[in-house]
């Protein structure tokens, strides 16, 4: 049972640690899409007929860069929202079993009362037969 709850708890733990690694993840595919967006801002006032290719190709690859770490970002949240909601259900099917489990320890646990009870009264039943014997 303690093996159990010990197993619950980890993988409580292990979700918790996914989730908030899913928010850090959203946090920073916001900041990235905020600069993807202020680069191409800056980019399109910069951009003017006569300016040099080179530096064009200098920025559409910095714009290149970003957009591939926003896309490899958002790739990353939605695996760990999977990994999330697969934990989840692991979790839950781990919270019924133990709660059949605790029943059926319950039930074990009444049957033994009512068993240690039953070999009470037969000594007692027992002592009285030898005690009317002698």
Known sequence: MNKVQSELSEREQQMLRIRRDSVTKAFQLSKMEKML????????????????????????????????????????????????QLLESQMKTVKGELVDTLD????????????????????????KLQAGMR
């Open 37 to 84: 967006a202020e680069t191409r801002g800056k980019l399109d006032k910069k951009t003017e007929p006569g300016t040099e290719s080179k530096g064009r190709d200098n920025r559409d690859d910095m714009v290149q860069d970003l957009e591939d770490k926003v896309r490899f970002t958002r790739r990353d949240r939605r695996n760990s929202l999977h990994r999330t």
């Open 104 to 127: 059926h320890l319950q039930e074990l646990r009444d049957r033994l009362r009512r068993s240690q009870a039953n070999a009470e009264q037969r000594k007692v039943d027992m002592e």
